[in-house]
């Protein structure tokens, strides 16, 4: 019998795994903010594993792997995870998920490294960054525009919450 390639087809070296409560809840979740697709689930009426496509990456979603510490977080829980998605249009991006129940952390702004990005929770308790490449960089460029943030955030005047210096 051949040994079977390292990886399934479609799947990187790493995949995320997302723990929640309800399985079926988070494909639609995922489905309607995201556009995701779902290539395999272990039933239909109440998975309790799925794997989804979103864009050219996999991602499983489980009730968890007890065993590995792997459960799901409270859905307002501080996460030291966030998956980082890229996207055409992150503005759109963002409008579609809050649509599909997430919630917005950071709207989108433009950042030192070329990238138009957004912050957002999704119903679950997993954090998501959407980014849109807007140019693109040298490291040294971006070594430079971090340098320059840095030193910018170091010399501006502390504003209080009504915007006065």
């Known amino acids: ?6 990886r399934p087809r479609g ?9 929640v409560l309800d ?9 309607n903010a995201f556009d995701a697709e779902v290539k395999v ?10 794997s989804v496509k979103l864009g050219n990456a996999m991602v499983f979603i489980t009730n968890g792997w007890a065993a590995h510490g792997h459960v ?15 996207v055409e249009d ?6 579609q998920a809050v649509s599909a129940g997430a919630t917005v952390i950071s709207n989108p702004q433009d950042t030192f490294w070329g990238e138009r990005t957004a912050a957002l929770a999704d119903p679950f308790g997993h954090r ?9 960089m040298s490291k040294e460029e971006i070594a430079a525009r971090s340098a320059a943030a840095v030193t910018d955030s170091e010399t501006s005047e502390p504003v209080d919450a009504t915007g006065n210096s």
């Open 41 to 50: 689930q272990d039933t239909a009426e109440a998975p309790g594993f799925a």
């Open 11 to 19: 799947y990187t070296t790493v995949t995320a795994s997302l723990a």
């Open 23 to 31: 399985v079926a809840e988070m494909l639609k979740f995922l489905e």
């Open 128 to 136: 998501w960054t959407v980014a849109e490449r807007v140019e693109v």
């Open 1 to 6: 019998m051949k040994k079977p390639a390292i």
């Open 72 to 86: 799901p977080p409270a859905p307002a829980a501080a996460s030291a995870v966030s998956l980082h998605l890229y």
């Open 90 to 95: 992150v503005t759109a991006s963002v409008e």
